[in-house]
């Protein structure tokens, strides 16, 4: 039987996340069309959050969306079932010019931990693309999940 992580740890590592994101943040740099960039004019918005029309509500809302789907997607790996570790992963993935997530990769962590955060960002949902000189762009991001497990 696989228990979901804490949740309050969960929400504080993925609040630390959207704080972290704009610290990656390029502006100002062009790059060719077949590379992701990490801060885009208009960032990649999560389906469902396209609504919004200020640009920072855009942005709160997909980063509650990702939140929300890492919460109740995340799974503690089977194999550590009885065991108790705490761990951070730091998953980058890129939002292409289609609005899909591809290119996930671990970038930190324990490799017990890979398969599940793995998992997790490849079932995001679909986003609007990023929009950079008014062109379809690939994003690039980096994403902190944390794998706790009480008692």
């Given at each position: 039987m696989m228990r979901k992580p804490n949740l309050p740890l969960a929400g504080l590592c993925l609040c630390m996340l959207f704080a972290s994101l704009s610290a990656f943040a390029q502006s100002g740099t062009k790059t060719p069309t077949n590379e992701a960039i990490k801060n885009a004019e208009v960032m990649p918005v999560m389906l469902g959050c396209e609504h919004e029309v200020a640009l920072?509500?855009?942005?709160?809302c997909t980063n509650d969306a990702i939140m929300s789907h890492v919460i109740q997607e995340l799974k503690y790996p089977e194999s550590l079932q009885d065991q108790m570790f705490?761990?951070?992963v730091i998953v980058e993935f890129i939002v292409n010019t289609k609005g899909?997530?591809?290119?996930?990769?671990?970038?930190?962590?324990s490799d017990v931990f890979h398969e599940s955060a793995l998992e997790v960002i490849q079932t995001l949902p679909a986003f609007t693309p990023g929009i950079d000189q008014g062109k379809a762009v690939?994003?690039?991001?980096?994403?902190?999940i944390r794998f706790s497990r009480s008692e």
């Open positions: 920072e509500k855009r942005k709160s705490d761990e951070t899909q997530v591809s290119g996930a990769k671990i970038i930190r962590g690939s994003v690039k991001y980096a994403l902190p």
